[in-house]
């Protein structure tokens, strides 16, 4: 469908929809990539008919509500924040609509809709579902997603513990697993990224991270020492630190529920 958008004009106020756009692209992206030539922000600006230099600032007005961030007293542009706050914080208390309205908006900016955007994501749902129990099901694959575009931006695009920056090889791994908590569900500070054989490991308790961020072993996975896979890919993590992440931190009381609930289990 072709979806045709008047260009707002020079100092019109933010809509409600231009800002959670923002607000969606400052989630996705590295703070260190947050500048006007960026390609995300310049193909976020053309569809939105602003400015990139205007979407730019907008994101660093974010940047300044970010607690995290002032943390390190990083504290982007102060001016703006006080437009920017309640669209952060109506964020952080529920992620799970505003990330899904969000991606319904920028779906409908690119000429599609929510469910032809996520059509390889969503091509499994059972056709009986309908309704509100299909609505559903869409909006939790479109957050999965979502989630790990987020996890794996907060990285660099790479797992915290090899540096494999492949994106196919990359999962976006829950400290404590969807289904067991969904206020923290969405919460980047619940995810590490991990290659594909690590996380496994993570999400099956072989392996987890102590209060450090370095890795520790299960008993049943030392039980397989001298083997050849475990000296060639376990040997050279064990007890090593993550790659600290550019702005969430996976949270020490996410790591323990971790170590007390999964590992060694």
């Known amino acids: 469908m072709d979806i045709v958008r008047r260009k707002p004009e020079k100092g019109s106020p933010w809509t409600r929809e231009e800002m959670i756009l923002v607000l969606n692209l ?3 992206i590295p703070y260190g990539k947050m500048y006007k030539s960026y390609p995300a922000v310049k193909e976020l600006a053309e569809l939105m008919g602003r400015s990139p230099s205007t979407v730019a600032i907008r994101l660093s007005n974010f940047a300044s509500c970010d607690p995290i961030l ?4 990083i504290k982007g542009m102060a001016d703006g924040r006080k437009r920017c706050q309640p669209f952060w914080d ?3 208390q529920n992620k799970d609509a505003l990330i899904y309205e969000s991606e319904r908006i920028l779906a409908e900016l690119q000429g599609m809709t929510i469910e032809s955007k996520y059509e390889k994501e969503l091509k499994d749902i059972p056709a009986h579902l309908k309704g509100e129990t299909r609505i559903r099901e869409v ?5 999965q997603n979502v989630f790990r575009k987020i996890v794996l931006a907060n990285y660099d695009g790479k797992c915290a513990l090899t540096g494999i920056d492949i994106p196919e090889l990359l999962v976006a791994s829950h400290i404590i697993p969807w289904a067991d908590n969904e ?6 500070e619940n995810g590490i990224c991990l290659s594909s054989l690590y996380d496994k490991s993570f999400d099956i308790g072989l392996i987890s991270f102590d209060e450090n961020l370095r890795v520790i072993f299960s008993q049943r996975l030392k039980q397989n020492v001298g083997k ?12 090593k630190g ?9 949270q020490q009381k996410f790591l323990e529920w971790h170590r007390d609930s999964i590992f060694e289990k």
């Open 26 to 28: 400052y989630m996705k």
């Open 70 to 73: 002032r943390e390190r007293n």
């Open 90 to 92: 109506e964020f952080f």
């Open 139 to 143: 909006k939790t694959r479109v957050n």
């Open 183 to 188: 206020k923290e569900r969405l919460n980047p």
């Open 228 to 239: 050849e896979y475990y000296d060639q890919y376990f040997i050279p993590i064990q007890g």
């Open 242 to 250: 993550l790659e600290l992440p550019q702005k969430y931190l996976p």
